[in-house]
């Protein structure tokens, strides 16, 4: 599965982005898809997940309330839609695609094996 993620830009604080992660293969709808993120010097962490169906979901504490993860399986696609940005929000915004469910497995990088290419976050205050 390739996955490519588009959306990133620059945004003041209390401004708002729409992440997208578009696949390759018409499967998308079996996989978890999930959205990590990485800012300079620090590991990638978790941001939000959504099981393929697209009625379960679970988020960081850092971003709940905040931002909203969904999915269109006829487009292939898998969103982030983020609200309310702050400039610790910065970073490179990667999904990636995993199997199975539950919310220990879900937030594990580890545990997803195919990543896009990332795209970039910047928010200024």
């Known amino acids: 599965v390739q996955l490519q993620a588009s959306g990133g830009g620059l945004v003041q604080a209390g401004g708002s982005l729409r992440l997208s992660c578009a696949a390759s293969?018409?499967?998308?709808?079996?996989?978890?898809m999930g959205w990590f993120r990485q800012a300079p010097g620090k590991e990638r962490e978790f941001v939000a997940a959504i099981k393929w169906t697209g009625d379960t979901t679970v988020y960081a504490d850092s971003v709940k309330g905040r931002f909203t993860i969904s999915r269109d399986n006829a487009k292939n696609t898998v969103y982030l839609q983020m609200n309310s940005l702050k400039p610790e929000d910065t970073a490179v915004y990667y999904c990636?695609?995993?199997?199975?469910?539950?919310?220990?497995?879900?937030?594990?990088?580890?545990?997803?094996?195919?990543w896009g290419q990332g795209t970039l976050v910047t928010v200024s205050s």
């Open positions: 293969e018409r499967t998308f709808s079996r996989y978890r």
């Open positions: 990636a695609a995993g199997s199975n469910w539950g919310n220990t497995i879900a937030v594990r990088t580890g545990n997803y094996d195919y």
